[in-house]
């Protein structure tokens, strides 16, 4: 069995023909313009399609496409509810239009939780029954995987996990409330606590670390913390504290057996899971006698998404 997984990125968007052991036999990717209408993007994303699946003649079924949306949609009709980063995106029908075109059956799932369904099915959680998937990156997106199949929630729009609230009257968050878990956790939150470190502390190696690096990221505090800056492993520990406050949240509500990371915190691999392993052992429930939750780096990186997408199917 094979199918077909598209991911919708801010640049580009990528995709590919998916054997059902999550296997990728033929890749492809066009450019991403936001500001142009979604019939024209999503028009030539179909030729693409149409494309790669007369040039690779399966002898395998093709059973559909899957694709990754960055935001919200009504997973009854396809129509797309919200795509902060596509403003043109808002009111079109995608499944209704790429099911005329295309000529397969079409589904919609959301970038974060076809990453979550992909390390659930293929990566580092297929061992185990329950599975949340967290993406620390310009936000912070979240997708549930119970017993391999996705938690979607009323139409689709459940498990916003980036916006638990944390510090009630806290940092405002881009969704509108104030102290969510995005806010503190997100890369955009760490280059934030970065900048004001590097406000106040002017000798800081923060400083000459952005200046290397040619800007501020995510590895800038965790660089000038391991050269013995102190502003730097004040920045750090925050961080992980609030990182694991989330986390502990999360496993207080859902129990699952891992919790996997990824984006562009999560590269920082154990130097920072070691360290949230540690403070969420300290604070787990119950005297610490609730079940340990496993915490991964997630293993598909840049495929996760169009695996999960085309993992819809199988
Ligand atoms: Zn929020």
Redo the contacts with the bound molecule.
Sequence with gaps: MIAVGIDVGGTSIKGATIKNDGTILHRFSMPMDKYKKPEETIGELCELVNKTLKENKYDDKVVGIGIGIPGTFNNETGVIVSCPNLPTWAGFNLKEFMENKCHLYVKMVNDADAAAIAEAKFGVGKKYNYVLMITLGTGVGGGIVINKNLYNGNLGMGAEL??MVIELDGKE???G?KG?F??YASATALNRETKEAMDKNPNSLLHEIVHELGGIDARVPFLAEKRGDEAAKEVVNNYVKYLSEGLLNYCNIFRPNIIVLSGGVANEGDNLLNRVRTYMKLHNYGMRKAPEVIIEQATLGYDAGKIGAAALYF
Aim: net charge neutral; with cysteine.
């Design positions: 980036g916006h968050c881009g969704c409330r969510c995005e806010a």
